[in-house]
């Protein structure tokens, strides 16, 4: 089993910053990569951005593109998903989500592991 804590959310004003941390722990030795997805309020879980376990490959939703990076801290056995350039429609809650090989990075399916989420407002 794999755990996901998060963390870094809160409300900002447009325009701000934020970062997240998502710190998994447990068996992730079979991990592939980790992601960030998030779902607004009457609004399916849709996926942000995606990381490999080497952190050099990213991916990202076109939504967040050239707003959002996510990284990898080995050392600290992290991965962030800094925030910039925040919008109102860019609050939800957000989820750390780990995956093994399977599946597609951009769907809810390929992933396996699920942090509680951590909610993320930006008033206008």
């Known amino acids: 089993q794999v755990q996901l804590v998060e963390s870094g959310g809160g409300l900002v004003l447009a325009g701000d910053s934020l970062r997240l941390s998502c710190a998994p722990s447990?068996?992730?030795?079979?991990?592939?990569?980790m992601g960030w997805f998030r779902q607004a309020p009457g609004k399916e879980r849709e996926f942000v951005a995606v990381?490999?376990?080497?952190?050099?490959?990213?991916n990202y939703a076109e939504a967040v593109k050239g707003r959002f990076t996510i990284s990898r801290d080995n050392a600290k056995n992290t991965v962030y998903l800094q925030m910039n350039s925040l919008k109102p429609e860019d609050t939800a809650v957000y989820y750390c989500?780990?995956?093994?090989?399977?599946?597609?990075?951009?769907?809810?399916?390929?992933?396996?592991?699920w942090g509680q989420g951590t909610q993320v407002t930006v008033s206008s």
């Open positions: 989500a780990a995956r093994t090989p399977h599946g597609t990075i951009y769907s809810m399916a390929g992933y396996d592991y």
């Open positions: 447990g068996l992730t030795s079979n991990l592939y990569g």
């Open positions: 990381i490999d376990w080497t952190g050099r490959t990213t």
